[in-house]
């Protein structure tokens, strides 16, 4: 199979305001050398790896650096998470907003206080809010895993299902959708629907369990994130249609890695959550330096299968920096 690798795009240029050192704003100064990041969810070997960039890239810029992340994926644990750290008020605010609505007013008021906030890996959809946005082009990752499934399957047919995480996620969302448009030029290949898991492996688990006795002529399931990948890798062990069902997964965690290894998936969408981190570290500096800041920057995507992974593995996702 072809390699296919999305490569890295900047687009679209802002202004940074503000300058070195203690910076005002409306609700007074702020510690411009302290940076914080507030990823998704804790302990997600993503956000990990993410973090892992963002420590290395803020520590040798001589920033004060502070990690701060929702036990789930969920707005109403990070919303309060924001508030403290507006309290304090760093320099910058590295976020993956959980919600691309419910976080507009909580990062809002960090922008109104002088903290410049830049999103990394998700946004939100007012794009006034923050500087700066990092992330892989998640429409084109969607489209990259149907053209690797209908490769993985040739000439077969079949119903092929989405797994998304929660609705207003805007990376996932975009990634179904890239894949939605893609699968619909492959006429074999049947669209069987979208369902949500709440970002939990069990329910991922649950509604492969489901569809399969909905759709006997399942072929092809994509999991949009880590979460449900792990889930739905479950589901099909459970069923026993390991391998019968090609499973596309996205991202590449350490159990996702051993799953393609082992033949459980067949194909992992990698991203680059460490260069992420980092070139949002290198945006908030430039945005607190008063510099010139990238407004969106997309950064590289591979699909991963057995044949080639051991030569990609510097995309593996990292337990601990």
């Not at 007012?126 to 690797?148: K, P, Y």
């Not at 260069?275 to 800041?293: D, F, L, N, S, Y």
């Amino acid at each position: 199979m072809r390699t296919a690798v999305l490569g890295a795009t900047a687009v679209l240029l802002l202004a940074g305001c503000g300058g070195g050192g203690q910076i005002g704003d409306s609700g007074g100064d702020v510690d411009a050398k302290k940076m914080v990041l507030i990823p998704g969810v804790t302990a997600e070997p993503f956000y990990i790896s993410m973090e892992c960039g963002f420590r290395e890239a803020a520590q040798a810029a001589g920033y004060q650096v502070d990690v701060q992340a929702p036990s789930k994926f969920d707005s109403n644990q990070q919303i309060p998470i924001v508030s403290g750290v507006l309290a304090n008020k760093p320099g910058a605010v590295l976020i993956s907003p959980t919600d691309d609505t419910a976080l507009a007013g909580p990062m809002k008021s960090l922008k109104d206080a002088g903290v410049k906030v830049v999103e990394v890996d998700t946004a939100l959809v007012d794009t006034s809010v923050a500087v700066s946005s990092v992330s892989s082009d998640n429409e084109q990752g969607g489209a990259l895993a149907a053209r690797t499934l209908a490769e993985l399957v040739g000439d077969r047919t079949g119903s092929v299902l989405v797994l998304n995480t929660k609705a207003g996620t805007s990376t996932t969302d975009a990634r179904a959708r890239g894949f939605e448009t893609e699968l619909a030029r492959h006429p074999n290949l049947k669209y069987a629907g979208q369902q949500y898991t709440d970002n939990e492996p069990d329910q991922a688990a649950s509604k492969v369990t489901a569809t399969l006795a909905a759709y006997p002529d399942l072929i092809g399931v994509f999991a949009t994130n880590l979460n449900t990948g792990e889930g739905a890798a479950t589901g099909l062990r459970n069923a026993g249609k390991t391998g019968a069902v090609n499973l596309i997964g996205f991202d590449a965690s350490p159990k996702q890695v051993e799953d393609l290894r082992g033949g459980v998936v067949q194909a992992l969408i990698a991203q680059d959550p460490a260069t992420i981190g980092k070139t949002g570290v290198e945006h908030a500096v430039a945005a607190i330096e008063g510099k010139e800041v990238q407004r969106t920057t997309e950064t590289d995507l591979v699909a991963l299968t057995k044949a080639d992974m051991e030569s990609k593995s510097e995309y593996f996702y990292k337990q601990e920096c």
